[in-house]
């Protein structure tokens, strides 16, 4: 069973608009999250993250919302622009032991800005 | 080098063959781990190595070998593996005990096997 599910596998947005993907997850011992972004022939980069008693963050053209309550977060991109144009994974964090965590990962959406 | 470097990029192998995937992270982090990303699947952690100590292994076959030489170096030693392992395998790092929880990913080992 999924614990982070990322229901969109595609999202296609026009350059200079918001592109707002998103992420549900379903094991409230989550404490931070996280969003990476992969380009093909690479591997994920950390792009933002939250953690768990905030609401918001942001971080230029992205901000990452948290809805604890409906276990609800997106990645708001804006303005969009081409070289955004990527496959963006939502992870969840769950602390192991003091200090150490292990991430769960979403299928990701493949974001597609058209110029 | 900087950051998290994978060898190699590409492998193709048989069934009876032996291997062995090599990573190298610049990043003086304490743990490193084995991920696997088949198409349309989320990625899934294998194993987990904190202060070269295996820490988590999540009911990988033993076909999969693991060995953690040292802090900066991970390898993932494969063996008579089977066509449905074929999959990207990616290697990151962390600094356990910060306060971030970001791993760092390498570029990853596509992997067929036949």
């Known amino acids: 069973d999924q614990q982070v599910k990322q229901n969109s596998p595609s999202l296609s947005v026009q350059e200079g608009r918001i592109s707002i993907l998103n992420c549900d997850y379903t094991n409230s011992m989550f404490d931070y999250f996280l969003w990476y972004k992969k380009y093909p022939a690479e591997g994920p980069t950390f792009l933002i993250s939250?953690?768990?008693?905030?609401d918001k963050n942001e971080d230029g053209r992205f901000t990452v919302f948290l809805n604890k309550s409906a276990k609800h977060l997106s990645l708001h991109i804006v303005p969009s622009q081409p070289g955004d144009s990527a496959v963006y994974f939502c992870?969840?964090?769950?602390?192991?032991?003091?200090?150490?965590?292990?991430?769960?990962f979403g299928k990701g959406t493949k974001l597609s800005v058209i110029p | 080098e900087t950051g998290v470097t994978q060898t190699p990029r590409h492998l193709v192998m048989g069934m009876t063959n032996k291997k062995s995937l090599k990573c190298e992270q610049h990043l003086g982090h304490n743990a490193m781990y084995w991920y696997k990303q088949s198409a349309k699947k989320p990625l899934e952690l294998m194993f987990v190595?904190?202060?070269?100590?295996?820490?988590e292994n999540n009911s990988v076959p033993s076909r999969f070998s693991p060995e953690c030489p040292n802090s900066s170096h991970l390898f993932l030693h494969l063996h008579t593996l089977q066509p449905e392992d074929s999959a990207l395998y990616l290697c990151?790092?962390?600094?356990?005990?910060?306060?971030?929880?970001?791993?760092?990913f390498g570029p990853g080992t596509r992997l067929t096997v036949l």
């Open positions: 939250i953690s768990s008693i905030k």
């Open positions: 990151a790092s962390s600094q356990e005990g910060s306060s971030y929880n970001e791993q760092f």
């Open positions: 992870a969840a964090s769950v602390t192991i032991r003091a200090g150490s965590y292990q991430l769960t």
């Open positions: 190595y904190s202060l070269e100590e295996r820490v």
